[in-house]
């Protein structure tokens, strides 16, 4: 059998002093690709699984060098069309002809083994706080294997681990993966299976099963809702939320505000906004949205 610290996977970023993604201090861990594409996404680099080259506006001069470096001719100072992405075949020519660093690549390869290491070093700041590591995404299930390994290595080492997840995946994976979990940070989005569609591009069915299931079977499951202006943050919907919360049998629910400041991150690929006027919900506004849900 293989070696769990041998088993690879694609990360996308690795922040060492993440405040929000569970409890105290924690290393958290972005793995890539997701089988949602949530119209509100906060990383849209996060969804592709393959790595792809991100284009920082502020630093790009339009010198055109990128362009003229390319073999594929598929760049434009900076950009590359999202219907050309597929064909960058990630030569790096581009990122080295590019005197202003405005281009990088998101997305490499790493072993479990190396990010079990990674956490190790930072075992007295978790014991300080309380800490521990959280794999997330993207969506992490979609790379199971890779997030049992890093799981199942910190848990050996004694580090406390969580998983954030989108819920849209087969029981079996999920089942699995709860061996090697403290705890789960479950995604709870919208209640109406057509709206979720409609939105994050599958209907919510395995998700609240899957919720379900793993309530039913002792994990720790912390519920989260992403807040999304227009989308999910009416009185009506955290309510359908919340009842529907209620009847599975959560505990613990946590309402997430929106953060306007990811979208920025569309431009890196090319993409519009979707939501450029969008602003995050006021303090007196999630507390009546918390007091629905209490
Ligand atoms: S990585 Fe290579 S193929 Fe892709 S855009 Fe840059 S130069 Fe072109
Ligand atoms: S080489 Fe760099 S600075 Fe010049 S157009 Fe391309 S991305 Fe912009």
């Not at 030569?91 to 002809?97: D, K, L, M, P």
């Amino acid at each position: 059998m293989k070696d769990l610290r041998d088993v690879t996977g694609t990360i996308f970023d690795i922040d060492q002093t993440a405040l929000h993604d569970g409890p105290g201090v924690r290393m958290t861990v972005f793995l890539k690709g997701c089988p949602l594409h949530c119209a509100w996404c906060h990383s849209p680099e996060s969804q592709a699984f393959a790595p792809e080259i991100v284009w920082y506006e502020t630093r790009c001069t339009h010198c055109g060098a990128c362009v003229n470096a390319c073999p594929q001719r598929i760049r434009r100072p900076g950009l590359i069309a999202p219907e050309d992405r597929a064909r960058c075949t990630l030569c790096g020519a581009c990122i080295e002809a590019c005197p202003a660093g405005a281009l990088e690549v998101k997305g490499r390869e790493a072993t479990a083994g190396e990010i079990a290491d990674m956490a190790a070093r930072l075992t007295p700041f978790f014991a300080r706080t309380g800490g521990g590591v959280t794999i997330t995404g993207g969506e992490p299930t979609a790379q199971a294997d890779f997030a049992h390994a890093i799981a199942s290595l910190c848990r050996d080492a004694g580090i406390h681990v969580a998983l954030e997840t989108c819920g849209l995946a087969p029981w079996e994976t999920i089942e699995r993966l709860a061996e090697a979990l403290d705890l789960w940070l479950y995604d709870l989005k919208l209640a109406d299976s057509a709206a979720h569609e409609a939105y994050t591009g599958a209907p919510n069915e395995q998700i609240i099963a899957n919720l379900r299931a793993l309530l039913a079977s002792g994990a720790d499951v912390l519920v989260r809702v992403p807040l999304i202006p227009g989308v999910n943050d009416t009185d009506e919907a955290v309510r359908e939320i919340a009842t529907l919360a209620r009847s599975l049998g959560v505990e613990r629910i946590e309402l997430l505000p929106f953060n306007p400041a990811t979208g920025g991150k569309y431009s890196w690929l090319g993409l519009p906004d979707p939501l450029p006027d969008a602003q995050r919900q006021s303090p007196e506004r999630l507390a009546e949205l918390q007091a629905i849900c209490e």
